[in-house]
């Protein structure tokens, strides 16, 4: 018999697959299911800090709007687990076909998730989403792969 535990990463990594999905699918009623409503988000755009599951879904909204299909993939997810606090972190790329025909691999950023249990759901409560940059040009580096 699994431990809560194991239950509960096991409930995350579908949480993420959600996630997944979500993108893949321009859903954003399902990705705001997601996050708490006090999400406070470090996402690649401006400003430094986005807070609310609105701000959220508008990064979203704003990165749906260059694409015609849009594909997200997870690599390397890694989770700890506690009784009502969870981290998790990984690689994530987007890519897919541009609104103007154009096929694109896209970049692998490394992203952070914060979960809380809330009412016995976990949701996201703080993302960061971050390009490593090369110090000597203060310019961020794109072309990584993990």
């Known amino acids: 018999m699994p431990t809560q535990r194991e239950v509960d ?3 995350l990594r579908q949480h993420v697959d959600k996630i997944v999905e979500g993108i893949r699918a321009n859903d954003l009623e399902g990705l705001k299911q997601l996050y708490a409503t006090d999400v406070v988000s470090f996402d690649v755009e401006p400003p430094l800090q986005h ?3 609105a701000a959220k879904l508008k990064n979203w909204t704003n990165a749906f709007t ?5 594909t997200y993939e997870v690599r390397d997810l890694t989770l700890t687990v506690g009784d009502d606090v969870a981290f998790g972190h ?19 950023v490394r992203a952070t998730f914060c979960f809380r249990k809330i009412d016995g759901n976990w949701l996201i409560v703080h993302d960061q989403v971050s390009v490593p940059f090369d110090i000597s040009s203060g310019k961020g580096v794109t072309d990584l792969e993990p």
């Open 51 to 53: 807070e609310g599951i």
């Open 9 to 11: 990463e096991a409930t």
């Open 90 to 108: 990984c690689f994530g790329r987007l890519s897919g076909t541009l609104k103007n025909g154009t096929a694109t691999s896209g970049m692998w």
């Open 66 to 70: 260059f694409f015609q299909a849009v």
